[in-house]
């Protein structure tokens, strides 16, 4: 009797931490382990609480549709163009010093500080780089990589130039990891909140 109370405090708990964050995953948890509590036979020492893994889609998913959001009042595709070698040392949007070994690119209306994941879709290469400057000012160009950036993309010899890309953090943020395990996605998530 004392595992079943012990169970139904820690389903409480669980429970109101979702509710707290607001996620769409909340009533689903609530209805499995409202039917887990109500069967008879349940032996509590089998029962598993959720872990990380269970709620972390649900807080990716929402960073995902924040991001998605955003990137829907801007233009996230079209041709890169990347920097002259003449720019390097000077002053970018964000106050910093452009660096040509650095990933870095210009956008004219994405936030400043936000990552971007960019994929070349001729080389089918993906990079990620930080926009920390605004540009590039001629029409057909909608993004401005740094000239590593560009040559790490393929851009900087390829005939077709056409990039997709997509938000993967915002300023102050850490952008995900590409290949992680639950600890180190929950890791940046917590410091991200």
Same mark, same amino acid.
């Given at each position: 009797m004392q595992h079943r109370a012990l169970w139904i405090a820690l389903a409480g708990a669980l429970l109101s931490a979702h509710v707290a964050l607001a996620q769409p995953v909340c009533d689903a948890a609530r209805e499995q382990v409202a039917a887990e509590l109500e069967c008879p036979n349940l032996d509590p020492s089998l029962a598993q609480p959720p872990t990380v893994r269970s709620l972390l889609p649900s807080l990716l998913d929402l960073r995902i549709a924040r991001y998605t959001a955003l990137a829907a009042k801007h233009k996230i595709c079209g041709l890169a163009s990347y920097y002259s070698r003449s720019l390097e040392g000077t002053l970018t949007a964000n106050g910093e010093r452009y660096k040509a070994e650095r990933f870095t690119a210009a956008h004219l209306t994405l936030p400043l500080g936000c990552w971007i994941e960019v994929t070349a879709r001729a080389t089918g290469k993906t990079i990620r780089c930080r926009v920390?400057?605004?540009?590039?000012?001629?029409?057909? %160009?909608?993004? @401005?990589?740094?000239?590593?950036?560009?040559?790490?993309?393929?851009?900087?010899?390829?005939?077709?130039?056409?990039? @997709? %890309?997509?938000?993967?953090?915002?300023?102050?943020?850490?952008?995900?990891?590409? @290949?992680?395990?639950? +600890? +180190?996605?929950?890791?940046?998530?917590?410091?991200?909140?």
């Open positions: 920390n400057d605004r540009g590039p000012y001629a029409r057909k %160009f909608v993004l @401005d990589l740094s000239r590593s950036a560009a040559r790490a993309l393929g851009v900087d010899i390829a005939e077709d130039r056409y990039v @997709d %890309f997509k938000i993967i953090a915002l300023k102050g943020e850490k952008p995900l990891p590409e @290949d992680s395990d639950d +600890a +180190a996605v929950a890791e940046v998530i917590a410091a991200n909140r």
